[in-house]
């Protein structure tokens, strides 16, 4: 079961909500027979202020998600925090490709081969090898970004044949449901794509980024290797 979060969490209360979320983190890494430092919390925050970001960090949080570069990219000037390493989670355009390689160490929602490519370009003019992630919509809900499943291993080839990307694993974003355990599907699907990726092209693509607030003891029960969580770390979006 998630963390019971109030709504808005206040300075000073971020380091003991890091602390509840990494122990329900384990506690379901337990269960599901894990270790528990397989799976990377990543604390999403989006419209989060940056002191309470800070705050997440003095806590030991070190992977930050964002959903829009241009917030993400204030956010990042503004806190310069040493070893932070910021994700990008939210829908990539491609007019924003150059900016998104330029602060995010890592993508998890490539969804067209020309948004690859574009990332390639950059990575390339950077010199540096940018690890990126499928986003999959595995469910096929209208409202949600990603390719179709059977879309997943075509474009992993694609981006596997561009060598300033390196393909981390797969992304998605479950149906808001009631009950978590009902989602289980979705994510056990997509481990499964993981794994038919990986026989077809190696060990690389091993990241499974699923689970937020609502379903992740699901994910990880399933297999999830990059969490990521908001609302449980710093309450309702205001």
Do not use: C
Not at 51 to 72: C, M, T, W
């Amino acid at each position: 079961m998630s963390p019971e979060v109030s709504s808005g969490v206040e300075v000073g209360a971020v380091a003991a909500q890091v602390q509840r979320v990494r122990g329900a983190i384990a506690a379901a890494a337990e269960r599901a027979g894990r270790d528990p430092a397989t799976i990377t919390l990543i604390a999403v925050t989006k419209t989060v202020p940056p002191k309470l970001i800070q705050q997440a960090y003095d806590a030991g949080v070190r992977h930050f998600g964002e959903n829009r570069v241009q917030e993400a990219v204030s956010k990042i000037a503004a806190l310069e925090l040493p070893d932070a390493r910021w994700e990008m989670i939210g829908t990539l355009q491609r007019n924003k490709a150059r900016v998104a390689v330029d602060h995010f160490g890592r993508i998890h929602s490539v969804t067209s081969q020309a948004l690859a490519e574009d990332l390639a370009r950059q990575a390339a003019q950077r010199g540096i090898v940018l690890p990126v992630l499928i986003q999959v919509n595995v469910a096929g809900e209208a409202t949600k970004q990603g390719v179709a499943p059977a879309e997943a291993l075509p474009l992993a080839h694609i981006i596997a044949g561009l060598p300033h990307l390196r393909g981390s694993g797969l992304m998605t974003v479950a149906p808001n449901v009631a009950d978590p355990a009902a989602v289980r599907p979705v994510f056990r699907h997509l481990r499964e794509l993981r794994d038919t990726i990986r026989a077809a092209l190696g060990d690389d693509w091993l990241d499974l980024s699923m689970g937020m607030t609502n379903d992740f003891p699901a994910a990880i029960a399933e297999g999830a290797t990059l969490v990521r969580i908001g609302r449980a770390l710093f309450g309702a979006r205001t």
